[in-house]
């Protein structure tokens, strides 16, 4: 048999691969197969290349390289999949191959890296970004063709929302009420900047459900980006730091933010030798796993709303009870279905700033779905989906909110307060 094209400890597991029975029931699922029709762009196709790569059948080239690189990496297929094939840590584990073979060129990428997993270099950037917004520089320059010359450029402007102030988190939100215990909040890259309301409102339902908030403020990446992209060294170094910044009396971690819950649910896998790894591991959970044990004080929301899942939610960590029946309990408020509602928006990290193309059709497909619902509101777990489903309704001129679950939850709170008074 020939060499395998795979080499070293995170080589991607052989007989994980010929797990794969080629039954083909995931290929509906995948949103790259449903655009292209391809079945090298179906999870199928995809573990075809790796397994042939593995067998030393085929080498790392170009067009293998471009079918993993389309992947959204979204795990839909392993939901899908009654083999259960672990279809997201095969791709990352082929990534990383992929990438210490042939070292990414491209500049976007390296700019992407250096700054989105750096909450202070990120935060520094968002600065003068709210004041070029504020200072209407932002609407000269929309209209203007400069940014028709950049097009990558353009895709991350109309990305970014509204930049809010920096709003720094306490080191402790006490419980209200009867207490239940300690938690910690994870305040995400993303999140900490461009939605600081709904780490904010996350720590204020914690504390009304009866858990002291403890948020170590020195906190750094989970590694998300890092793993997704296969850069494994970079991605455990983030998670070995992560793993030792939360107090060993919290009961649970909580995060607001899909891509972060997944992964970091995912360390043991990673880093089975790095205790305090595995232990954040089993104490991390989503917001909605937490408060869904919860009696919250929610009072009326005369809305209608729809809910779209969060792939590294529905499929990555299988939450899609806890989120829906949080929202039910919101009086007034009518939950309408989207259909497709675990098909990928396109977001998938930094997916939409690499791959354009395939993610402006993804959202385009998205917000068809949105606008059938007739909905005002938009929910959905993860910073990711929040921009890009807003990037779209904006593009579209649909009048639609796009909020985190916790931020109607908030909203239901204050309202019950008001109907007190
Ligand atoms: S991760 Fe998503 S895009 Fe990639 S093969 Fe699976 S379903 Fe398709
Ligand atoms: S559903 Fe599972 S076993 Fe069937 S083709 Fe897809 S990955 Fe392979």
Redesign the pocket.
Known sequence: MAASAFAGPDAPDLEALR?????????PQCPTYRVLGQELDS??GR?YLMRAAAEGRIGLTDTFGHHLDLCLGCRA?ES????G?A?GSLLEATRAQFRRRRPSTSLLEKAVFALFPEPRRLGALLRPLRLYQRSGLARLVRRSPLLRRFPRLAAMEALLPDVPAPAPMPALVPARGPRRGRVGLLLGCVQRHLYPDVNHDTARLLSLAGWDVAIPSGQGCCGALDLHAGRLDEFRRRARALATSFPADVEFVVTNAAGCGSTIKEYGHWLPDVPEAVALAARTRDVSEVLAAADLPLGVLDVTATYHDACHLAHGQRIRREPRELLARIVGLRLVDLAESDLCCGSAGIYNLLEPEMADRLLARKIDRVAETGARIVVSGNPGCLLQIAKGARGRGLDVEVVHPVTLLARAVDAGREGER
């Not at 080629?22 to 290929?27: A, E, S």
Request: glycine share 10%.
């Open positions: 797990g794969c029975v080629h039954c083909g029931i995931c290929l999870p199928r573990l297929c899908a999949c009654p083999s094939v279809f």
